[in-house]
């Protein structure tokens, strides 16, 4: 037995020692590659005969540091090169001030706040100073120029410091201008481009992307090139710079390829930038895209699939007097559409709650409601009947309505069929509608609204189109006035279609799912101490 | 011999006197450089306003309680600290309700610690049910206050200056303590009605700075206004005013403030209220580091704006930061029981205080966690004892050595 025992002990012993030898083994590997790696850098770095092959090669050798934080080593590395050659001084200013800059994120991050404030004022001035040097002792022509010009500004921009980093900007782009006409490598333009973009200067960005994309027409890119480098921009999520080339490919193309061709590629663009749940879109340059379509081919250009598109995406975009037009151009032009019934009913709401137009809605509703085959849209189309009518006062009509609805849906429709029962049981004891959905079409259908913006939230599902029983969150943010520390406590009156949830929850936000296919409307007013600051709603589809 | 020592001892006691009353009666004033910047002077020299509120409730009292009047005189322990620390003026937002006692508490901040004080008034914003601004005896009883104030205070050696009103601004949207009038209620328009708001309010404080500098031209008049909201309306119906005295809540900076009230309403500004809390919600944790981190930041752009400086705006005049200590009453000042709790619960929500914005519906701002010394149960010759945090530290030093970048020149 006590043989087993020390067997088994001298096997653990060495498997452990086995194991560490591994470990030690694999850490002096990496410890020996990023040494070698290293070495071959710094060489790389005093050998190199132009300011591309440098960059590159501080690049990575940046990249080396930044990767594990090691800021100050960095900086120790880079201070070393200054004796070897003293013409790497400016890339490595640059670094010296990018290496601080990053640092002080970093220990504001992490909240190392020992260093931070021990160390605050000496990188803050060692950013300022570095950034001068590089700037002072390059030209426009260098990009390191513009990269330090980029530094400062972010920094400024962090600071919130309105004057500097204005001023910074617009020296910036002025550079980015001389640098644009003298140099031929662009890609510093679509760097700094980046940049701008993800800090919100979308416009300032634009302007730079036109650059590098000047730069990239001005060689032998041919117009499939220029396709391929917009999708890849898509593909790699900066929506703005695909934009750009895609307005010069189709600049290009309409010149040349048969008119086919073009509304061809010009879909595909639409396509690509509709609305889409998780994907990324922007609704509003697929309707720039649509009007040109439009503009050079009619309306008849557009089929079913392609109305049913657009006019979803301008509803997603809440352009809903657009997209009620095109809905209803939908089912003029395609009755039997496998979309008809979602756009009748959309027509019937839009009307209703979007521009007080009763009789309009009861007219979509109708059309619905005499349908023989029930779809989801059919049930709901009846539920809306009813409810007008409720509103109005006609009871008897209402509850002929929701009475038809319960007849009609059996137990297919059980979400429908439930809201048609509360009803009808308010109508039986003599009660009001319930209270938010009462206040929210007390106020949608007394007041029309024919210019309908919202403006003052921002009502939104992730997703739009879901299946059954799979969670949806519903959230609404509102853009209030500033009060201070005053609180100006929100309520936020649900109503609709709010899926398996058993009462409208009093928060902005909440999830939800549906046990039932169809077009789901759900309904929302933001009331604050003085009144309603504004309604919104939402469809939903399930599939 | 003796007769020749009292003689000069005396003689040396009255000039004395005569130096510092010469010197205490002479004016406050805002000058208006040739660059347009502007400068508080006082005694003769610029004066940056590093402030700080102060409120010293007690564990266990909540804003009722008479401090004014406590026997263990709060004010000579904290004056001593803030004296170390640097600062050289506290602002009140409403006096107590005994001016002997008043002016005790400004007398010994001023001659104890060279600390000198702004007064306020709230102009009846809390009063229930509303602040009617559009009623006439409503406006002269408040008036009537105001004037008492002045005309109680005004000569006062360590006076600084006036603030009238605090938020009170807030109002013209009617969504924080509204109140109408039947001008407004004829209005359907919801801009109008705001601006008629503005207009009511913004004229009742010109009248009001008009007769304090009738009766006490010597301390200058602020407008206490939060944010820079109604201030386009103000600069048509309150010209009389000597500077702004805006509350900012913007976490690490103040954003394009300076610049903004340059271009809308060009008077001097002073931060009357500024700051950060020192709990973090989200992790639910004191965080003296979160707190000494935004207020670095917040002191190093007030200093980029002051005059003289050639990349600010240079029409700041210094801050007030809220507060010197944390008041454990404000979570829930109805619950006797929660004033003697140091409350953990967030009050209000700002993102720009962003380490704990993730707090559960984003309500990250801690009312009681405010203070730049907190307070402990333990007590000190009768009074809570004072636990100075990080940020009395990290602004006493950024004080001592006030650094602004250099100028960056372009090529």
Not at chain 2, 327 to 335: A, L, S
Request: with cysteine; charged share 25%.
């Amino acid at each position: 037995m006590t043989n087993t025992k020390t067997k088994a002990l001298i096997f653990g012993i060495c498997t452990l020692t086995l194991f560490c030898h591994l470990c030690l083994g694999i850490y002096y590997y990496t410890f020996a590659q990023d040494n070698e790696k290293l070495v071959a850098l710094t060489k790389k770095i005093i050998e190199a005969n132009t300011d591309k092959e440098l960059f590159f090669n501080f690049e990575e050798l940046k990249e080396l540091y930044f990767q594990d934080n090691k800021y100050s080593e960095f900086i120790d590395i880079l201070r070393s090169l200054t004796k070897e050659k003293k013409t790497l001084e400016p890339f490595i200013n640059y670094y010296i001030a990018l290496a601080r800059y990053h640092q002080l994120k970093y220990l504001e991050k992490i909240q190392n706040w020992n260093e931070y404030f021990l160390n605050l004022d000496t990188y803050r001035q060692e950013i300022l100073n570095f950034a001068q040097k590089t700037i002072s002792s390059t030209a426009s022509k260098d990009s390191l120029n513009l990269y330090a010009k980029l530094l400062l500004w972010r920094f400024y921009k962090d600071q919130e410091d309105f004057s500097s980093s204005e001023k910074m900007l617009s020296e910036l782009i002025n550079a980015s201008l001389e640098y644009s006409k003298i140099s031929s490598d662009k890609s510093a333009l679509k760097l700094l481009a980046d940049t701008l973009s993800s800090y919100g200067e979308r416009t300032k960005a634009k302007n730079l992307y036109q650059l590098y994309v000047d730069g990239l027409l001005s060689s032998s890119v041919t117009e499939k090139d220029l396709k391929n480098f917009a999708f890849s921009f898509y593909e790699e999520k900066n929506l703005e710079l695909a934009q750009v080339v895609y307005n010069n490919y189709i600049e290009r193309i309409i010149n040349i390829y048969p008119k086919e061709e073009v509304i061809r590629n010009l879909v595909e663009i639409a396509k690509l930038f509709a609305y889409k749940d998780k994907q990324e879109n922007d609704p509003f340059y697929a309707e720039s895209i649509f009007k040109k379509i439009e503009a050079l081919a009619g309306k008849d250009i557009f089929d079913e699939e392609l109305i049913y598109l657009r006019a979803y995406n301008l509803e997603k975009a809440k352009d809903y007097l657009l997209a009620k037009e095109l809905y209803i151009d939908l089912i003029n032009r395609f009755p039997s559409s496998r979309y008809a019934d979602e756009a009748v009913f959309k027509v019937g709401i839009i009307s209703a709650f979007i521009l007080a137009d009763i009789e309009t809605a009861k007219n979509y509703f109708e059309k619905l409601a005499k349908k023989e085959n029930l779809s989801p849209q059919v049930i709901t189309s009846l539920y809306q009947l009813g409810l007008l009518n409720h509103w109005l006062g006609n009871i008897e009509e209402a509850r002929t309505y929701y009475q038809h609805l319960i007849d009609k849906a059996g137990n297919a429709f059980p979400e429908t069929l439930a809201l048609a029962k509360e009803r009808l049981k308010e109508i039986e004891e003599s009660r009001p509608i319930e209270y938010n959905l009462k206040t929210f079409l007390d106020f949608s259908l007394k007041e029309k609204s024919p210019s309908f913006t919202i403006s003052k939230i921002d009502l939104k599902a992730y997703s739009y189109r879901a299946r059954k029983e799979e969670n949806i969150t519903i959230t609404c943010t509102p853009y209030t006035i500033e009060s201070g520390c005053l609180s100006v406590e929100l309520q936020y009156l649900w109503s609709g279609d709010l899926g398996t949830l058993k009462s409208s929850p009093p928060e902005p936000t909440f999830n939800t799912s549906y046990t039932e296919v169809g077009t789901k409307e759900i309904n929302l007013l933001v009331v604050s101490p003085s009144g309603i600051l504004e309604k919104d709603l939402i469809f939903i589809e399930i599939e | 011999m003796k007769k020749i020592i009292y003689f000069i001892l005396g003689f040396l006691f009255l000039f004395t006197q005569a130096v510092f009353a010469a010197k205490s009666s002479s004016k406050i004033y805002i000058r208006k450089l040739k660059n347009s910047h502007y400068q508080l002077i006082v005694e003769a020299k610029p004066y940056i306003v590093r402030g700080v509120s102060y409120n010293p409730i007690p564990i266990g009292k909540n804003y009722e309680y008479d401090w004014w009047q406590d026997p263990n005189k709060p004010w000579l322990l904290d004056g001593k600290l803030m004296q170390e620390m640097g600062i050289n003026t506290v602002r009140f937002y409403q006096v107590g309700n005994n001016p002997e006692s008043v002016k005790e508490v400004i007398r010994d901040l001023y001659q104890k610690f060279g600390i000198r004080t702004i007064l306020g008034h709230w102009l009846g914003f809390w009063e229930y049910p509303c602040p009617l601004y559009g009623d006439k005896d409503f406006r002269e009883r408040i008036k009537k206050e105001v004037l008492e104030m002045v005309n109680l205070y005004k000569d006062e050696p360590g006076i600084l200056m006036w603030i009238l009103g605090n938020e009170n601004n807030y109002s013209f949207s009617g969504r924080v303590n509204p109140w109408s009038s039947e001008e407004i209620d004829k209005e359907p328009d919801p801009k109008l009605k705001r601006f008629l708001r503005a207009k009511i309010y913004y004229s009742f404080i010109n009248e009001l700075v008009k007769e304090i500098h009738k009766i006490d031209p010597k301390h200058p008049v602020a407008l206490g206004n939060g944010e820079l909201i109604g201030l386009e309306v103000a600069k048509d119906f309150c010209p009389d005013i000597d500077l702004v005295a805006c509350i900012i809540y913007r976490g690490k900076t103040f954003g394009n403030l300076f610049n903004s009230l340059k271009t809308t309403f060009d008077k001097p500004i002073l931060i009357a209220e500024f700051g950060a809390d020192a709990y973090d919600a989200y992790l639910k944790k004191e965080d003296q580091n979160m707190q000494a981190f935004f207020l670095e930041s917040q002191w190093r752009q007030i200093y980029q704006n002051l005059a003289k400086n050639k990349e600010g705006a240079g029409n700041c005049l210094g801050a007030v930061m809220f507060e010197w200590q944390d008041e454990w009453w404000k979570h829930n000042e109805y619950d006797p029981q929660g004033w003697s709790i140091h409350d953990t619960e967030a009050g209000w929500s700002n993102s720009s205080y962003y380490f704990d914005i993730k707090a559960p519906k984003n309500m990250n701002m801690n009312e009681e966690w405010f203070g730049i010394v907190a307070i402990s149960e333990e007590l000190e010759n009768n009074l809570n004892k004072r636990l100075p945090r990080k940020a009395y530290y990290v602004i006493r030093e950024f004080w001592k050595k006030p650094e602004t970048k250099k100028e960056v020149k372009s090529k």
